[in-house]
């Protein structure tokens, strides 16, 4: 753990932490910055993961009493804005206004995170078993409705409905895709882990698990069957517009008419960060992580001079100082959760030499920029190091401190 930048994390936690507003009843914690008062769904996850994980690992009972509120806050605010259907939105504003309109089916919801939160407050000591139980139906009636949305029967994969709000951006797997067509990696990689993480809280409570554990077990199992691929050692989102295309001849035949597709999707290989997700949760194997890193943690793929790039360098769409504004930059940039993620998992699989050389890749960009700057920033230049958006962003950023 980095213990020389707690104090300036424990002050930087300060502009996330918001009260309650309108029609969000609990407090909560923001991404800050530009985004300071609105709540929104992986965002707070990552930010009370740090911060919770660092009141753990340093004995910090008044950080972790300081957070606690705002991090169930997160959680309840959502649960309190959860559709009928099942359907939770993916930000929240002070006026409840579910930005993406996330009651059409025909969108995204939030992503499938909720499980995660839920895991995490319980794992710290944040939920009563009366809460847990008052949660778990919540969760499973979210994720059924993933199910029911957004599954591609031919696979069990799940899809983006569209590419808004997808939380990495212009990932080019989704991004300006047509519509239902990407069963992103990301998107199911943290499915499965939502839903497997929503199997042991059923255990905790003495509630039956079978449908989140089958729910993940099915997901883990198309994930492995559909999105790998042998060759460029890596998961991949795939494309899932395969379908037989007959036309009608002159004559009254039809070309095509014996050549159905035997292929059920076809893996679009976008080197992105994303690709690492099902490694870091247990869906592949010891090797395919030690396949991953060998080709692909190099610098002339994801490995820059200041840590793990947002998309290979290799990549044509490659253009990490792009001003993109809105949606932010996930075209090569250096962002803390991908780093963070790529660390956690070297340090899970063995590879502690090359956590190392990471961490401190991280930590002289991070260093260096709230010596110049007093703050740090939504991402990074992966060439140069230079800030290059939203200075002040909370989110992910504290996860270099459990570096």
Excluded at 65 to 79: D, S, T
Aim: glycine share 6%; hydrophobic share 40%.
């Amino acid at each position: 753990m980095q213990t020389q930048l707690i104090p300036f994390m424990k002050q930087y936690l300060l502009g996330g932490l918001h009260k309650p507003e309108g029609a969000l009843k609990h407090p909560f914690i923001t991404p800050s910055s530009v985004y300071s008062a609105s709540l929104w769904d992986w965002d707070c996850y990552w930010a009370m993961l740090a911060y919770l994980e660092i009141s753990r690992q340093t004995n910090d009972e008044e950080l972790k009493q300081l957070i606690a509120p705002y991090a169930k806050g997160c959680l309840f605010n959502y649960l309190d804005h959860q559709y009928p259907d099942g359907c939770i939105p993916i930000g929240l504003g002070a006026k409840g206004n579910d930005y993406f309109m996330c009651y059409n089916p025909d969108h995204n919801m939030a992503k499938p995170i909720m499980g995660q939160i839920a895991h995490l407050l319980w794992q710290h000591g944040l939920l009563s078993q009366d809460e847990l139980r008052q949660v778990i139906p919540c969760l499973q009636k979210f994720h059924r409705c993933y199910v029911s949305r957004y599954t591609h029967f031919a696979t069990g994969l799940l899809y983006f409905a569209t590419d808004l709000g997808i939380g990495v951006d212009d990932d080019p797997s989704t991004w300006g895709r047509p519509f239902k067509s990407s069963a992103s990696i990301y998107l199911n990689s943290f499915f499965y882990r939502d839903t497997a993480l929503t199997a042991e809280l059923c255990r905790a409570a003495g509630l039956d698990d079978t449908e989140s554990r089958e729910t993940s077990e099915r997901i883990a199992d198309a994930i492995r069957t559909y999105c790998y691929d042998k060759r460029e050692k890596s998961f991949f989102t795939v494309d899932l517009l395969c379908q037989h295309n007959l036309v009608q001849a002159e004559d009254g035949g039809v070309f095509n008419a014996g050549l159905t597709p035997f292929w059920k999707v076809l893996p679009l290989k976008v080197l992105s960060w994303s690709t690492m997700l099902p490694l870091w949760m247990g869906i592949g194997t010891q090797q395919q992580v030690d396949d991953y890193i060998k080709e692909h943690f190099v610098p002339e793929q994801l490995l820059s001079p200041y840590g793990i790039r947002s998309l290979s360098a290799d990549e044509p769409m490659y253009a990490p100082e792009v001003k993109r504004g809105n949606p932010s930059n996930w075209l090569g940039p250096v962002w803390m959760v991908e780093n963070y993620v790529a660390w956690d998992m070297m340090m899970k699989y063995g590879h502690q030499a090359e956590a190392e050389d990471l961490a401190q890749r991280v930590l002289t960009l991070v260093n260096r920029d709230i010596a110049e700057t007093g703050t740090l920033h939504e991402y990074y230049s992966p060439e140069t190091g230079k800030p290059l958006n939203n200075a002040g962003l909370l989110s992910w950023n504290p996860l270099v401190t459990l570096f």
